[in-house]
């Protein structure tokens, strides 16, 4: 159904690693944006890619950080894992005047 | 910075009444977007909204934008078992996607 793909659906990694989460974006959409969605709240948004560059960042430290390729795949990285970076990461993918496409998200788990 | 503010924060119905979610932003939006999420589920969008005023209806969903562009509601009526989820609305300031708490809707049947 969508055209979004994110792996891996689940993860679980130990406060202080490092962790690379991937998103495929739906053909033809050159834009991608990343969320952080905790537990009952709305989607946070982290930052967002156009054509490979950075172009827009929410209220995150930079040990978050993203990647975008010459395909429109991206990934999110974060550094020094910390207990509540414990969330749902949600990619996105739109194109000019469209809605965002969601992938299913990655539930990433820090103990 | 920008905030989007939802109210409520839960709503129960019963199947078939009427439910209504408020949206409402701290700066005037380009654009409205409103997304819905099961339980369980990713964000799907539904409808953007952006001429001031605008109103437009998807089945038994009517979606509003204010005249000043920083609010905007979304209308369910007659509500059915399968409206059951989370909607968002979130706003667009520069292609950045800020989203409300969102509304929980659960209906009895």
């Known amino acids: 159904e969508t055209g979004v793909t994110q792996s891996p659906t689940h993860l679980i990694k130990t406060r202080g690693q490092q962790v690379t989460l991937r998103c495929s974006s739906q053909?033809?959409?050159?834009?991608v944006s990343w969320y952080q969605q905790a537990l009952g709240q709305g989607p946070q948004f982290i930052f967002q890619?156009?054509?490979?560059?950075?172009?827009g960042r929410g209220n995150f430290p930079p040990r978050f950080s993203g990647l975008q390729f010459p395909n429109y795949s991206s990934e999110l990285n974060v550094n020094a894992l910390e207990l509540d970076d414990s969330a749902l990461y949600l990619c996105?993918?739109?194109?000019?005047?469209?809605?965002?496409?969601f992938g299913s998200g990655t539930r990433l788990t820090v103990v | 910075g920008q905030q989007v503010m939802q109210i409520p924060q839960y709503q129960h119905v019963q199947e078939g009444e009427d439910f209504t979610t408020y949206c409402n932003s701290s700066?005037?939006?380009?654009?409205i977007q409103w997304y819905k999420q099961r339980p369980g589920g990713h964000p799907v969008f539904l409808i953007q909204?952006?001429?001031?005023?605008e109103v437009k209806k998807q089945k038994r969903l009517t979606f509003q934008f204010g005249e000043a562009k920083k609010n905007s509601s979304l209308h369910i009526t007659a509500t059915q078992t399968t409206d059951v989820g989370t909607y968002f609305c979130?706003?667009?300031?520069?292609?950045?996607?800020?989203f409300g708490q969102g509304t929980e809707l659960s209906v009895k049947p």
């Open positions: 053909s033809g959409h050159n834009t």
């Open positions: 979130a706003g667009n300031q520069g292609g950045k996607l800020i």
């Open positions: 909204l952006v001429k001031s005023g």
């Open positions: 700066t005037t939006l380009s654009n």
């Open positions: 996105a993918s739109s194109g000019f005047n469209y809605g965002y496409t």
């Open positions: 890619y156009y054509r490979e560059e950075e172009n």
